[in-house]
């Protein structure tokens, strides 16, 4: 499933967050964007 960068990929039923980050960054704080994305999501599939 193609995602950008800063984005993040969500299967509710499994509770499995993704996002291709590291893999397509050009640097650190392009990544951020979708890693703090998946780590609110996360956060929110747990509560």
Avoid: F
Avoid at 19 to 30: C, F
Wanted: aromatic share 2%.
């Amino acid at each position: 499933m193609p995602c950008p960068v800063d984005d993040i990929v969500v299967d509710e039923d499994n509770k499995v967050v993704t996002t291709p980050a590291y893999m397509l960054a050009e640097d650190i704080a392009q990544a951020a964007t979708g890693i703090e994305k998946l780590v609110a999501r996360v956060l929110a599939l747990s509560a």
